[in-house]
């Protein structure tokens, strides 16, 4: 396992141990989530944990969850979750954070919202001093406005792709439907708040990527020596 993976199920089997019986479970999407719900499912079947349900946030983390056997329940029926646990692209001293690099992040905010606390679950490569310098931030947008919500980020000091398939002709194409503009400010993002607002403004946008005063703790997984290590950092900011 390279160690970004060794990392990643460290910060994964640390999560799950949050996790309690008769819990609903808000389970992320992503590479380091996958493996959270992998570990969940194996303390399910050992009989170390009962009564757990998962909502999941996106096609990923239903399929995966019920191959693996975690009872699931819809968002929609669900008036509360005790704890969701998701990976994130970028998270800043403010635990502000950019997620959607699978492009679930519509779904993701919903859970988190709902979510009496959120946990994030990221190798320490995630953990940056300014949000958008290097990961772009990624915007859900309704296929037929594409390019005018393009042309109206543009005009806000930043550049934006469409987001491309890897083994499909065209677009990556969402969960709900939806095309991807993936967007870098100019010089990064200085007021993730405002930019999240002004950017869901914009006609034709679902939903960024901005996560803002969501998270109660972060769980970061670093590699010292040869050793893999779990830290906890506990939130900074009020909800
Ligand atoms: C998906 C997400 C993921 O949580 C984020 O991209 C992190 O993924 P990974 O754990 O694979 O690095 O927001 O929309």
Redesign the pocket.
């Known amino acids: 396992m390279d160690l970004q993976n060794q990392m ?1 199920e460290a910060v994964a089997k640390a999560a799950v141990r949050e996790i309690k019986d008769d819990m609903i479970v808000g389970l ?7 493996l959270m719900i992998k570990n969940l499912a194996s303390l399910i079947q050992a009989g170390n944990l009962k009564n757990v349900r998962g909502v999941p ?2 096609f990923q983390s239903e399929v995966l969850a019920s191959e693996y056997g975690i009872p699931l329940i819809d968002l929609a029926s669900v008036s509360e979750i005790d704890l969701a646990i ?4 970028e998270v800043d001293p403010n635990f502000q954070l950019i ?7 519509v779904r ?1 905010k919903l859970v988190a919202y709902k979510a009496t606390k959120l946990f994030i ?3 320490e490569t ?1 953990l940056v001093d300014n949000l958008n310098k290097v990961f772009p931030l ?1 915007v859900e947008v309704l296929p037929s406005a594409w390019k005018q919500v393009k042309e109206s980020i543009e005009s806000m000091n930043a550049s934006s792709i469409l987001r491309m398939a890897k083994k499909k002709a065209g677009p990556v194409v969402t969960d709900q439907g939806n095309l991807i503009l993936d967007v870098l400010f100019k010089e990064g993002i200085k007021n993730p708040k405002s930019v999240e607002s002004s950017i869901n403004n914009i006609p034709g946008v679902l939903e960024n ?1 901005l996560f803002i005063d969501l998270t109660d703790k972060v769980l970061v997984g670093k590699i010292e020596g040869q050793l893999t290590k779990v830290i906890s950092l506990e939130k900074k900011v009020n909800r």
Do not use: N
Request: proline residues 4%.
């Open positions: 990643k992320g999407s992503g590479s380091t989530a996958a946030t996106s998701d990976g994130a692209d997620k959607g690099g699978g492009a679930c992040h993701e679950v990221v190798d995630k990624p990527g």
